[in-house]
Each structure stands twice: as C-alpha cells, then as structure tokens.
Nanobody
Framework: QVALVESGGGSVQPGGSLRLSCVGY????????VGWFQQAPGKEREGVAT????????NYADSVKGRFTISQDKAKNTVYLQMNSLKPEDTAMYYC???????????????????WGQGTQVTVSA
C-alpha cells in the first residue's frame, strides 16, 4: 500500500510562486510514474507535470511549460512542484499521484496512476 501526502498549497497573487511537496509512504520502491494533477471546479482532473521516478525524465502540460518544475528527492521520498509566474487560471486543487505501470515516457494520463493524495488547494488571485 502507498500513501501520498501533499503540502504547500495556499493563496498567492498573480505572478507569485508556490512550492508543493508530496511525501510517499509505504511500498514506494516500485513506483514508475509520479506527478501532479490539477482539478478546477467543474473540470476534469488533468496532468500538469510528471516524471519517471528516479530517472529525471519529465513531462509537462503545455499550459505550464516554462513556469512549473517537477523534481524528486528520493532520499526523502518526496516529489516537489515548483510553480512560478502563477496565473489565475492555475487556481485548482492539486493532487500528487503515483503509478506502477511502465509507460516509457512520463505519462500525463490519469488512467496511468493508481494512488492519489488528498489534494492541496492553490488559489491565484489579486
């Protein structure tokens, strides 16, 4: 069993920054994909930034390329999402996710992830 616990959300003005953290507990050694999804009210949950665990290979949604960075500290069992130049449209609940299926490249597909955190709210407004 794997548990994921996010932290770091909050409210920020447009152009500001936040860093989200996700700590993994349990049988995490076999995780293939790890990443972050966002879900705004009334919308589907969508992949924002993901990586193949331990490889450094990353994948980003077009909407966040150049602004968000995903990284991993395996010694701390933690994945981070550094969010810069935040926009009001980034407002959403952000979920950490882990998947055990080999996908070759980092997947942004929700179906490739089986374990989810409880979510952390990010609000960007003036």
């Amino acid at each position: 069993q794997v548990a994921l616990v996010e932290s770091g959300g909050g409210s920020v003005q447009p152009g500001g920054s936040l860093r989200l953290s996700c700590v993994g507990y349990g049988y995490i050694d076999n995780i293939m994909n790890v990443g972050w999804f966002q879900q705004a009210p009334g919308k589907e949950r969508e992949g924002v930034a993901t990586m193949i665990s331990g490889s450094g290979r990353t994948n980003y949604a077009d909407s966040v390329k150049g602004r968000f960075t995903i990284s991993q500290d395996k010694a701390k069992n933690t994945v981070y999402l550094q969010m810069n130049s935040l926009k009001p449209e980034d407002t959403a609940m952000y979920y950490c996710a882990a998947g055990f299926r080999y996908t070759g490249v980092p997947s942004l597909r929700k179906a490739d992830f089986t374990n989810w955190g409880q979510g952390t709210q990010v609000t960007v407004s003036a």
